[in-house]
Protein backbone atom coordinates (compact mmCIF):
# COMPACT_ATOMS: atom_id res chain seq x y z
CA UNK A 1 0.00 0.00 0.00
CA UNK A 2 1.58 3.34 -0.88
CA UNK A 3 1.45 6.42 1.28
CA UNK A 4 0.71 10.43 0.36
CA UNK A 5 2.85 12.65 2.33
CA UNK A 6 1.63 16.06 2.96
CA UNK A 7 3.53 18.91 4.37
CA UNK A 8 0.64 21.66 5.72
CA UNK A 9 2.19 25.35 6.79
CA UNK A 10 0.99 25.99 10.52
CA UNK A 11 0.20 29.37 11.10
CA UNK A 12 1.58 30.31 14.63
CA UNK A 13 -0.92 31.49 17.03
CA UNK A 14 -0.63 34.97 17.92
CA UNK A 15 0.12 36.16 21.49
CA UNK A 16 -0.62 39.28 23.11
CA UNK A 17 2.50 41.56 22.54
CA UNK A 18 4.22 41.70 25.40
CA UNK A 19 5.91 45.50 26.65
CA UNK A 20 9.22 43.97 27.09
CA UNK A 21 11.69 43.47 24.18
CA UNK A 22 12.82 39.32 23.82
CA UNK A 23 16.06 38.03 24.39
CA UNK A 24 16.66 37.47 20.53
CA UNK A 25 15.98 41.35 19.61
CA UNK A 26 18.43 42.67 22.37
CA UNK A 27 21.07 40.49 21.19
CA UNK A 28 20.48 41.18 17.09
CA UNK A 29 19.89 44.88 17.53
CA UNK A 30 21.95 46.12 14.79
CA UNK A 31 23.23 48.75 17.09
CA UNK A 32 24.94 45.84 18.47
CA UNK A 33 26.90 45.61 15.24
CA UNK A 34 28.85 47.06 12.48
CA UNK A 35 26.18 47.49 9.99
CA UNK A 36 26.04 50.46 7.93
CA UNK A 37 22.93 52.52 7.88
CA UNK A 38 22.62 52.53 4.31
CA UNK A 39 22.56 49.09 4.64
CA UNK A 40 19.99 48.83 7.61
CA UNK A 41 17.55 50.97 5.48
CA UNK A 42 17.85 48.52 3.03
CA UNK A 43 17.15 45.73 5.37
CA UNK A 44 14.34 47.32 6.92
CA UNK A 45 12.61 47.05 2.92
CA UNK A 46 13.01 43.48 3.37
CA UNK A 47 11.17 43.17 6.71
CA UNK A 48 14.25 42.54 8.59
CA UNK A 49 14.50 44.91 11.50
CA UNK A 50 17.38 43.01 13.77
CA UNK A 51 19.26 39.62 12.96
CA UNK A 52 17.96 36.57 13.55
CA UNK A 53 19.90 34.34 15.93
CA UNK A 54 22.23 32.44 13.18
CA UNK A 55 23.18 35.82 11.86
CA UNK A 56 23.84 37.60 15.26
CA UNK A 57 25.88 34.46 16.77
CA UNK A 58 27.72 34.28 12.84
CA UNK A 59 28.53 38.29 12.19
CA UNK A 60 31.68 38.56 13.95
CA UNK A 61 33.23 35.66 13.18
CA UNK A 62 32.35 36.33 9.54
CA UNK A 63 32.88 40.24 9.60
CA UNK A 64 36.46 39.28 10.85
CA UNK A 65 37.56 37.03 8.51
CA UNK A 66 37.43 34.02 10.19
CA UNK A 67 36.74 30.58 8.54
CA UNK A 68 33.23 29.18 9.73
CA UNK A 69 30.74 26.34 10.01
CA UNK A 70 27.57 27.26 11.11
CA UNK A 71 24.41 24.90 11.15
CA UNK A 72 20.59 26.39 11.39
CA UNK A 73 17.47 24.90 10.27
CA UNK A 74 15.52 26.07 6.67
CA UNK A 75 13.75 29.36 7.06
CA UNK A 76 16.15 30.78 9.84
CA UNK A 77 18.22 33.44 7.30
CA UNK A 78 21.18 31.92 6.90
CA UNK A 79 21.82 33.63 3.23
CA UNK A 80 21.85 37.24 5.22
CA UNK A 81 23.89 35.52 7.87
CA UNK A 82 27.22 35.14 5.08
CA UNK A 83 25.69 38.41 2.89
CA UNK A 84 25.80 41.57 5.37
CA UNK A 85 28.81 41.21 6.90
CA UNK A 86 30.59 40.16 3.97
CA UNK A 87 28.70 43.35 2.49
CA UNK A 88 29.74 45.39 5.38
CA UNK A 89 33.49 44.31 4.90
CA UNK A 90 33.63 44.73 1.08
CA UNK A 91 31.96 48.49 1.79
CA UNK A 92 34.86 49.44 3.90
CA UNK A 93 37.40 48.02 1.62
CA UNK A 94 35.58 49.69 -1.38
CA UNK A 95 37.92 52.55 -2.17
CA UNK A 96 41.03 51.00 -1.79
CA UNK A 97 40.46 48.03 -3.51
CA UNK A 98 40.58 47.98 -7.48
CA UNK A 99 38.10 46.74 -9.69
CA UNK A 100 38.72 42.96 -11.06
CA UNK A 101 38.24 39.10 -10.35
CA UNK A 102 35.38 39.25 -7.73
CA UNK A 103 36.49 38.88 -4.02
CA UNK A 104 33.69 37.77 -2.90
CA UNK A 105 32.47 34.14 -4.39
CA UNK A 106 29.34 32.21 -3.03
CA UNK A 107 28.84 28.48 -4.67
CA UNK A 108 24.96 27.15 -4.59
CA UNK A 109 24.33 23.78 -6.11
CA UNK A 110 21.55 24.34 -8.25
CA UNK A 111 20.32 27.14 -10.19
CA UNK A 112 17.51 28.38 -8.41
CA UNK A 113 19.36 28.70 -5.18
CA UNK A 114 21.23 31.11 -6.63
CA UNK A 115 19.93 33.34 -8.25
CA UNK A 116 17.60 33.73 -4.88
CA UNK A 117 21.27 33.87 -2.88
CA UNK A 118 21.98 36.98 -6.04
CA UNK A 119 18.76 38.42 -5.35
CA UNK A 120 19.27 38.58 -1.46
CA UNK A 121 22.66 40.38 -1.77
CA UNK A 122 21.05 43.00 -4.45
CA UNK A 123 19.03 43.80 -2.30
CA UNK A 124 20.70 45.06 0.52
CA UNK A 125 23.67 46.72 -1.52
CA UNK A 126 23.58 49.39 -3.97
CA UNK A 127 27.23 50.19 -4.34
CA UNK A 128 28.15 46.80 -4.97
CA UNK A 129 27.97 45.23 -7.94
CA UNK A 130 26.52 41.52 -7.53
CA UNK A 131 26.50 38.73 -10.48
CA UNK A 132 24.50 35.40 -10.75
CA UNK A 133 26.18 32.74 -13.45
CA UNK A 134 25.48 29.67 -13.78
CA UNK A 135 25.37 26.88 -16.44
CA UNK A 136 22.75 27.31 -19.61
CA UNK A 137 23.48 30.75 -19.78
CA UNK A 138 25.56 32.47 -22.56
CA UNK A 139 29.34 32.93 -21.77
CA UNK A 140 29.29 36.03 -23.52
CA UNK A 141 28.11 38.55 -21.57
CA UNK A 142 29.39 37.09 -18.39
CA UNK A 143 32.61 37.09 -19.83
CA UNK A 144 31.89 41.21 -20.27
CA UNK A 145 30.90 41.27 -16.56
CA UNK A 146 34.01 39.78 -15.42
CA UNK A 147 36.55 42.20 -17.59
CA UNK A 148 34.20 45.18 -16.19
CA UNK A 149 34.62 44.09 -12.23
CA UNK A 150 32.20 42.19 -10.14
CA UNK A 151 32.22 42.81 -6.15
CA UNK A 152 30.27 39.76 -5.25
CA UNK A 153 29.63 36.57 -7.56
CA UNK A 154 27.38 33.97 -6.88
CA UNK A 155 26.78 30.56 -9.18
CA UNK A 156 26.80 27.30 -9.60
CA UNK A 157 29.95 24.93 -8.97
CA UNK A 158 31.04 24.28 -13.08
CA UNK A 159 30.57 27.79 -14.30
CA UNK A 160 32.50 29.48 -11.21
CA UNK A 161 35.24 26.95 -11.89
CA UNK A 162 34.99 27.63 -15.86
CA UNK A 163 35.29 31.47 -14.92
CA UNK A 164 38.01 31.35 -12.48
CA UNK A 165 40.31 28.96 -13.77
CA UNK A 166 43.62 30.50 -11.68
CA UNK A 167 42.18 31.49 -8.31
CA UNK A 168 45.72 34.01 -7.12
CA UNK A 169 44.46 34.02 -3.27
CA UNK A 170 46.65 31.87 -0.94
CA UNK A 171 44.58 32.80 2.18
CA UNK A 172 41.17 32.81 1.46
CA UNK A 173 38.03 33.00 3.72
CA UNK A 174 36.03 29.72 3.49
CA UNK A 175 32.19 29.85 5.29
CA UNK A 176 29.68 26.97 4.86
CA UNK A 177 25.90 27.69 6.13
CA UNK A 178 23.52 24.76 5.75
CA UNK A 179 20.27 23.03 7.32
CA UNK A 180 22.08 19.79 7.36
CA UNK A 181 26.19 18.97 8.20
CA UNK A 182 26.72 15.55 8.51
CA UNK A 183 30.09 14.10 8.98
CA UNK A 184 31.75 13.94 6.32
CA UNK A 185 31.14 17.61 5.80
CA UNK A 186 33.73 17.92 8.57
CA UNK A 187 36.16 15.92 7.25
CA UNK A 188 36.12 17.70 3.71
CA UNK A 189 36.24 21.28 5.55
CA UNK A 190 39.97 20.49 7.33
CA UNK A 191 40.82 20.31 3.48
CA UNK A 192 39.78 23.66 2.91
CA UNK A 193 39.61 25.53 5.88
CA UNK A 194 41.80 26.96 8.19
CA UNK A 195 42.59 24.89 10.91
CA UNK A 196 41.04 27.19 13.91
CA UNK A 197 37.78 27.67 12.25
CA UNK A 198 34.61 28.67 14.04
CA UNK A 199 31.70 26.16 14.72
CA UNK A 200 28.18 27.59 15.25
CA UNK A 201 25.26 24.97 15.79
CA UNK A 202 21.93 25.80 16.10
CA UNK A 203 20.28 22.46 16.01
CA UNK A 204 22.77 20.09 17.98
CA UNK A 205 21.87 16.76 17.69
CA UNK A 206 17.78 17.46 16.99
CA UNK A 207 17.20 14.44 15.26
CA UNK A 208 14.88 17.16 12.84
CA UNK A 209 17.37 19.86 10.97
CA UNK A 210 14.02 21.07 8.68
CA UNK A 211 11.55 24.16 9.94
CA UNK A 212 9.02 23.26 12.91
CA UNK A 213 6.29 25.27 11.34
CA UNK A 214 5.25 22.32 9.50
CA UNK A 215 2.57 19.32 9.81
CA UNK A 216 3.34 16.08 7.96
CA UNK A 217 0.50 13.99 7.25
CA UNK A 218 0.42 10.58 5.24
CA UNK A 219 -3.11 9.43 3.67
CA UNK A 220 -2.83 5.96 2.99
CA UNK A 221 -4.00 4.68 -0.95
CA UNK A 222 -3.79 2.71 -4.03
CA UNK A 223 -1.71 3.84 -6.54
CA UNK A 224 -4.32 3.99 -9.02
CA UNK A 225 -6.21 6.10 -6.43
CA UNK A 226 -3.18 8.34 -5.93
CA UNK A 227 -3.92 11.46 -8.45
CA UNK A 228 -7.51 11.40 -7.27
CA UNK A 229 -6.72 11.76 -3.82
CA UNK A 230 -4.03 14.58 -4.18
CA UNK A 231 -7.02 16.48 -6.34
CA UNK A 232 -8.99 16.32 -3.46
CA UNK A 233 -6.28 17.38 -0.84
CA UNK A 234 -5.70 20.29 -3.19
CA UNK A 235 -9.17 21.40 -3.32
CA UNK A 236 -10.19 20.81 0.52
CA UNK A 237 -6.91 22.46 1.57
CA UNK A 238 -5.57 24.95 -0.80
CA UNK A 239 -9.18 26.79 -2.15
CA UNK A 240 -9.22 29.01 -4.79
CA UNK A 241 -6.46 30.92 -3.53
CA UNK A 242 -3.87 28.44 -2.67
CA UNK A 243 -0.89 27.15 -4.20
CA UNK A 244 0.80 22.79 -3.91
CA UNK A 245 3.98 21.40 -5.40
CA UNK A 246 3.69 18.18 -6.07
CA UNK A 247 6.66 16.00 -5.73
CA UNK A 248 7.43 12.94 -7.84
CA UNK A 249 10.31 10.25 -8.46
CA UNK A 250 10.57 10.98 -11.98
CA UNK A 251 10.14 13.46 -15.08
CA UNK A 252 7.77 10.92 -16.65
CA UNK A 253 5.79 10.78 -13.32
CA UNK A 254 5.62 14.45 -13.20
CA UNK A 255 5.22 15.18 -17.15
CA UNK A 256 2.30 12.57 -16.86
CA UNK A 257 0.30 13.93 -13.54
CA UNK A 258 0.39 17.24 -14.56
CA UNK A 259 -1.56 16.61 -17.79
CA UNK A 260 -3.88 14.46 -15.50
CA UNK A 261 -7.76 15.34 -15.00
CA UNK A 262 -8.10 15.93 -11.38
CA UNK A 263 -5.49 18.59 -11.55
CA UNK A 264 -4.62 19.51 -15.36
CA UNK A 265 -6.62 23.07 -15.32
CA UNK A 266 -4.08 24.54 -12.91
CA UNK A 267 -0.99 22.73 -13.10
CA UNK A 268 2.75 22.76 -15.00
CA UNK A 269 5.57 20.45 -14.78
CA UNK A 270 9.13 21.44 -13.88
CA UNK A 271 11.89 18.83 -14.78
CA UNK A 272 15.20 18.46 -16.01
CA UNK A 273 14.04 18.12 -19.58
CA UNK A 274 12.40 21.38 -19.39
CA UNK A 275 14.93 24.33 -20.86
CA UNK A 276 16.52 26.41 -18.58
CA UNK A 277 14.53 29.33 -19.44
CA UNK A 278 10.82 28.01 -19.51
CA UNK A 279 12.09 26.49 -16.09
CA UNK A 280 12.67 30.12 -14.87
CA UNK A 281 9.07 31.53 -16.65
CA UNK A 282 7.10 28.43 -15.31
CA UNK A 283 8.66 29.48 -11.35
CA UNK A 284 7.88 33.36 -12.39
CA UNK A 285 4.12 32.30 -13.20
CA UNK A 286 3.90 30.09 -9.88
CA UNK A 287 4.99 32.61 -7.61
CA UNK A 288 2.92 34.84 -9.13
CA UNK A 289 -0.35 32.97 -8.85
CA UNK A 290 -0.98 32.50 -12.47
CA UNK A 291 -1.44 28.91 -11.80
CA UNK A 292 -1.82 26.94 -8.71
CA UNK A 293 -0.19 23.55 -8.86
CA UNK A 294 3.35 23.22 -9.89
CA UNK A 295 4.16 19.10 -10.28
CA UNK A 296 8.40 18.66 -9.95
CA UNK A 297 11.01 16.23 -9.60
CA UNK A 298 12.49 16.27 -6.58
CA UNK A 299 16.25 17.64 -7.72
CA UNK A 300 14.79 20.42 -10.21
CA UNK A 301 12.58 21.43 -7.35
CA UNK A 302 15.54 21.01 -4.52
CA UNK A 303 16.40 24.63 -3.15
CA UNK A 304 13.65 27.19 -3.79
CA UNK A 305 10.83 25.45 -2.09
CA UNK A 306 11.33 27.70 1.36
CA UNK A 307 11.37 30.67 -0.74
CA UNK A 308 7.40 30.46 -1.18
CA UNK A 309 5.18 31.36 1.62
CA UNK A 310 1.85 29.77 2.35
CA UNK A 311 2.09 26.57 0.25
CA UNK A 312 1.39 23.01 0.85
CA UNK A 313 3.49 20.01 -0.38
CA UNK A 314 2.48 17.11 -1.80
CA UNK A 315 4.79 13.60 -2.25
CA UNK A 316 3.39 10.60 -4.23
CA UNK A 317 5.26 8.19 -3.78
CA UNK A 318 7.54 6.81 -0.69
CA UNK A 319 8.51 9.56 1.51
CA UNK A 320 11.90 10.91 0.89
CA UNK A 321 13.63 12.92 3.82
CA UNK A 322 12.25 16.46 4.76
CA UNK A 323 15.46 17.75 3.63
CA UNK A 324 14.95 16.94 0.00
CA UNK A 325 11.76 18.96 -0.08
CA UNK A 326 13.23 21.70 1.74
CA UNK A 327 10.89 22.36 4.24
Given at each position: MDFLILNLTVTPVKLPVKKEIPVEQKEGAFSNFPISEETIKLLKGRGVTFLFPIQAKTFHHVYSGKDLIAQARTGTGKTFSFAI????????????????????????NIRALAN????????ITKKLS???FYGGTPYGAQFERMRNGIDILVGTPGRIKDHIQNDSEDNPQTLLFSATCPHWVFNVAKKYMKSAYEQVDLIGKKTQKTAITVEHLAIKCHWTQRSGVIGDVIRVYGGHQGR????????????????????????????????????EITLKGFRNG???VLVATNVAARGWVKDLDGI???KMDKCMSLEDMGV
Open positions: PLIEKLLGELQDRKRGRPPQVTVLQVSKDFSDVACTIIFCETKKEAQELSQNSAIKQDAQSLHGDIPQKQRSFGGVS
